[in-house]
């Protein structure tokens, strides 16, 4: 029986995978592979959106590759304003998120889920604009928000809204 072979065998076969790398990340600590604002397309969809309060609606983001293949991995980050007050819309409760790989061309979606408030109510954020960010990368986009008033959980910085989890578009 001889064990140098497969020792050797082996010891190569873990080279090699050593040598594989994991997409590293480059000088700035940021994955390379992650998708960023600039590189792919933001756009907001057409709203499902609350006719009153206590109503509750649903805003689709899609994003579209424009560049090389990218990764997302997490919740994208949303913050509402409304003049000087701006909230963070956490992400929906139980959401689960998948890694997406996006090569050039491909597409993927969110939500914002949202209650409306009532116009006036100190409670509520009467926001005027939507910023997104994508997991992993600090570039911003904003949109304006137009579908009402977002009721507030015991105040305006609190906002009664959620972010879900990326999802695959098209086929």
Known sequence: M????????????ALALTACGGGGSGSSGKNSSTCEIGKVSVQVGSASVAPAAGDTGE????????SAPCTLDGFAGVTLKAGGTSAVVAAQSGAKTEKLKLAKGDSATFSVSYVRG????????????????LPGSDATQSF????????????A?????AVGAFQQAGD
């Open 118 to 133: 009532k116009d006036g109510d100190q409670a509520s954020l009467a926001a005027t604009s939507m910023t997104v960010s």
């Open 144 to 155: 304006p928000w137009k579908y009402g008033a977002v009721a507030g959980k015991g105040s």
């Open 157 to 161: 910085e609190k906002v009664n809204a």
């Open 2 to 13: 001889r064990v140098i072979p497969l020792t050797v065998t082996a010891l190569a076969a």
């Open 59 to 66: 805003v689709p983001v899609s994003i579209t590759n424009q």
